[in-house]
C-alpha cells in the first residue's frame, strides 16, 4: 500500500514552535494519530483527532487537519528539550489496523 | 498492571536459526499487534489479531508466524532467520479495536548475522 509521508527531521531552538507534518492516505481513516517515541522506548500516544475536525488542541499541542488534501500538522508551542523524540503519525487503514509513517525526528537546541 | 511486556530485549541470532518473540499483556485486551521498526522506515505491521484465535497479515508477514491461544499472549515466530530480519520488534494492544490508544511493549532488539 501507499505510505504515510513525513519529513524525517526537524531542528528548533528551545522556546520556538515547532510544526511536524504528515500526509496521509487512507481518507476513511476515522481518527489520525501522534505518536511519541523517546530514545530506547516504545510508542506513546501523544494526541489524536477526530476526522470530522479541522483542529484539536491540548495545553501545548495543536493538530490540524485538512482532509481535503489529507494532510494532518502537529505543532508544538514553546518546544523543551524534553519534547526531543521521534514522532510518529499514523492512520487506520481499511478499518483494521493502525499504519504508521517513517517517523520525524525533532532535535531541540537549547 | 505491567501493560503490555516484550521477552527478550536483546537476542543474536545466527542465519537460519529459529525463536519466538514472546508478548504477554495483563489489561484484557482484545486487539494484539506486531511492529517492526527499521531506522528511517518508521514502524510496519507484521501480525495483527482481533481477538483469541483470530490472527491475520499485516504490511510486511513473510517470515513469521503468530498464534493467539489466549487472549493475554501472542508469541511472534521466526523461522529460518534472515539478515533482513534484523530489527527492533515493538508488540502492542489495544482494548476494542484499531481506533482506540494503542500500548506498546519497550520492545525486543533483534540482530541476525
Known amino acids: 500500500g501507499e505510505d504515510v509521508e513525513q519529513s524525517l527531521f526537524l531542528s528548533v531552538r528551545e522556546g520556538d514552535s515547532s510544526v511536524i507534518n504528515c500526509t496521509y492516505t487512507d481518507s476513511s481513516s476515522t481518527y489520525l494519530y501522534w505518536y511519541k517515541q523517546e530514545p530506547g522506548a516504545g510508542l506513546q500516544l501523544l494526541t489524536y483527532i477526530f476526522s470530522n475536525m479541522d483542529m484539536k488542541q491540548d495545553q501545548r499541542l495543536t493538530v490540524l487537519l485538512n482532509k481535503k488534501d489529507k494532510h494532518l500538522s502537529l505543532r508544538i508551542a514553546d518546544t523543551q528539550t524534553g519534547d526531543s523524540a521521534i514522532y510518529f503519525c499514523?492512520?487506520?487503514?481499511?478499518?483494521?489496523?493502525?499504519?504508521f509513517g517513517k517517523g520525524t525526528t525533532l532535535s531541540v537546541s537549547s | 498492571n505491567a501493560g503490555v511486556t516484550q521477552t527478550p530485549k536483546f537476542r543474536i541470532l545466527k542465519i537460519g536459526q529459529s525463536m519466538t518473540l514472546q508478548c504477554t499483556q495483563d489489561?484484557?485486551?482484545?486487539?494484539m499487534y506486531w511492529y517492526r521498526q527499521d531506522p528511517g522506515m518508521g514502524l510496519k505491521l507484521i501480525y495483527y489479531s482481533v481477538g483469541a484465535g483470530i490472527t491475520d497479515k499485516g504490511e510486511v508477514p513473510n517470515g513469521y508466524n503468530v498464534s493467539r491461544s489466549t487472549t493475554e499472549d501472542f508469541p511472534l515466530r521466526l523461522e529460518l532467520a534472515a539478515p533482513s530480519q534484523t530489527s527492533v520488534y515493538f508488540c502492542a494492544s489495544s482494548l476494542q479495536g484499531v481506533g482506540e490508544k494503542l500500548f506498546f511493549g519497550s520492545g525486543t532488539q533483534l540482530s541476525v548475522l
Open positions: 499514523a492512520e487506520i487503514r481499511e478499518g483494521t489496523a493502525l499504519i
Open positions: 489489561m484484557n485486551h482484545n486487539y
